[in-house]
C-alpha cells in the first residue's frame, strides 16, 4: 500500500486502486500543531535570547514559540476553514 498527500487529501493506493481520504477538522488542527512545532524547533536551533544572548533561555525559546506561530499560521491554508464555516452556518440557517 503506497500512501502520499495532495491537496491536503490523503490518498491511499492499493493494488492500484485510488481511494482519497478527506482530513476530519481535529487532523487540520493537528497539522497546524505541527507546522508550529516544526517552525518553532527550526527556529530555536539556530538562534539565541534576543535578550541575555544565551542559547537555550526560557524567554528565547518563547519568543521562538511566538515566530514558530505566525509561521504555522501564515503558511496554513485559511480557504478550508473558512469553507468549513460557511457550511455549518449555512446548515443552521436553512
Do not use: R
Not at 41 to 69: E, K, N, T, W
Amino acid at each position: 500500500m503506497d500512501t502520499h498527500i495532495e491537496h491536503n487529501h490523503n490518498s491511499e493506493i492499493n493494488n492500484g486502486e485510488v481511494k482519497t481520504v478527506k482530513l476530519s477538522p481535529l487532523g487540520y488542527v493537528i497539522k497546524l500543531f505541527a507546522k508550529w512545532f516544526g517552525f518553532t524547533s527550526l527556529y530555536a536551533a539556530f538562534s539565541v535570547c534576543p535578550f541575555c544572548g544565551q542559547q537555550g533561555c526560557p524567554v528565547g525559546i518563547g519568543s521562538a514559540s511566538i515566530i514558530g506561530a505566525f509561521f504555522a499560521l501564515i503558511f496554513s491554508d485559511w480557504k478550508i476553514l473558512f469553507s468549513y464555516i460557511k457550511n455549518k452556518l449555512k446548515k443552521k440557517n436553512e
